[in-house]
């Protein structure tokens, strides 16, 4: 899939790309992928987008004025309700083990109310956005970009448009926000649930000599641009550290040919919130009702994708024509209206539960290639996933291998047929066949890399 990328990185002189006397080719790949690629256009922003960042200027500001050990960047759909409180499935249990930590939280929406969540300090990274916009926009005045010709080449014969002089900005602008920090907190560590949207300050952070550790969020493979780097031009702008799912992913940086990181740096820690539903007791009373009144229960997981159109056509196909299934359908986005869509009966949002409460009570989860199929079976749950251009078996036909835990369909008619004929296989069986993807053990994973950190920094 990422053939077109490879070829960039082998062709081109894209190290020669400069701006304020930044290597700029490493962030750039990231915005040229998802347009090129995905047809994301990573700049936009809605106005609701915009109204609730000013909103949340303020939050928790106050905390910004203290000295922690350890910072954790991360966002507000990394939480989940685990027994009444909304944690932080990536990083509240480092701030528990570690302690001193201070949480920026990424909202797209409004921050959770203080009572509903750990007691952990947490800044809204919204502060930061406002810097960062003010400084790129009346800072940085220079237009000079070395070696343009090269950025302009590329563009053109792949026929892409991304506002290359903002994202450069705003990446010098990271980096410039983060020195200004550094001059305050002295942290021994900093945690980022997703590096990609952090480049300005990894680098700035790297270049002090301060751990950056990311901790996968998503789906790493060899499809994901941003995993995998086919010229090394500046590795400060990557973590240092990748804490993963499963031991798997280090298949991906085994490779010669990639120069993301050090495979010895991949460190394969679990995942918490499957480690959790797993072992909790989930029994919510509207899907009991389902599970009497349909054969089947499926919880299909949903992505802010192009794909989603196809998907829920596919999905309303095959409910009109199996009304002994019912499809419980997870959009990325709850708040999005689907009245216009038109579902039977039998194809339900689900808006009551998160992806994790529903999968775990579901006869089978399906996608097109969420990364819950990934975790899925770590949750005693088998997978049905929906092949639509390709897409599952790009990004799963060399990971999900066993054909008793994951099948992949075509077709509404296959998605029916699986289905019903699919043998339901005990819990354990399906868990233990994920342990390469999700790795056990989580908590005393977590306890092994807090106390390196420690020894580290003695």
């Known amino acids: 899939m990422l053939d077109d990328l490879r070829e960039i990185e082998t062709n081109y002189n894209v190290e020669d790309i400069e701006f304020g006397g930044f290597k700029m080719w490493p962030v750039l790949r990231i915005y040229f992928a998802a347009k090129y690629y995905s047809n994301v256009d990573s700049q936009s922003v809605t106005t609701s987008v915009f109204s609730n960042f000013i909103r949340n200027l303020f939050y928790g500001v106050k905390h910004l004025f203290k000295r922690y050990d350890y910072l ?26 570690l302690g001193s930590g201070l949480v920026i939280e990424m909202s797209s929406s409004n921050h ?13 990274k919204s502060i930061f956005y406002f810097f960062i916009f003010i400084y790129s926009k009346f800072f940085i005045r220079s237009k000079q970009i ?11 014969q792949y026929e892409v448009d991304i506002d290359y002089l903002t994202i450069m900005k705003r990446v010098i602008a990271q980096y410039r926000l983060m020195k200004i920090l550094l001059k305050f907190h002295k942290p021994k560590a900093v945690f980022f649930v997703c590096y990609y949207t952090n480049m300005g300050f990894i680098k700035a952070l790297r270049e002090k000599g301060i751990k950056v550790i990311e901790i996968q969020h998503g789906l790493i493979n060899d499809s994901h641009d941003a995993y995998n780097v086919f010229k090394e031009i500046d590795n400060e702008y990557y973590p240092e550290f990748l804490l993963t799912f499963g031991s ?21 820690i679990g995942n918490f919130y499957t480690d959790y539903i797993l072992h909790k007791s989930v029994n919510n009373e509207r899907i009991n009702k389902l599970k009497v009144q349909y054969k089947f229960v499926v919880t299909v997981t949903g992505q802010n994708h192009y794909t989603e159109d196809i998907l829920i056509k596919f999905l309303k196909d095959a409910a009109t024509k199996a009304p002994d299934v019912c499809v419980l359908y997870v959009p990325r986005t709850v708040s999005k209206s689907y009245d216009n869509y038109g579902f039977p009966k039998n194809l339900i949002k689900m808006d009551w539960l998160n992806c994790y409460e529903s999968i775990v009570q579901s006869d089978f989860h399906s996608t097109v290639f969420s990364s819950c199929a990934l975790e899925a079976p770590s949750m005693g749950i088998q997978n049905i996933l929906i092949n639509i251009n390709n897409l599952s078996k790009e990004h799963f036909g060399d990971i999900l291998v066993n054909p008793l835990i994951t099948q992949f369909v075509n077709s509404s008619d296959e998605f029916i047929e699986i289905i019903r004929s699919m043998d339901k296989l005990p819990k354990n ?11 056990p053990g989580y908590k005393n994973n977590i306890i092994q890399f807090s106390n390196f950190l420690r020894n580290e920094n003695r």
Do not use: G, M, W
Request: charged share 25%; proline share 4%.
């Open 112 to 124: 959770f109310n203080k009572k509903d969540v750990p007691q952990n300090p947490i800044i809204s």
């Open 429 to 439: 069986q399906i868990v233990s066949s994920n342990s390469n993807i999700i790795f």
């Open 146 to 156: 070395k070696n343009a010709q090269v950025l302009e080449s590329i563009l053109n």
């Open 72 to 97: 954790y960047f991360s966002s507000i759909d990394q939480r989940k309700n685990v027994d009444s409180q909304f944690i932080d499935k990536s990083v509240d249990s480092f701030c528990s083990e």
């Open 248 to 268: 798997i992913e280090k298949d991906v940086f085994k490779k010669h040919t990639n120069n993301f990181i050090d495979v010895n740096k991949v460190i394969p």
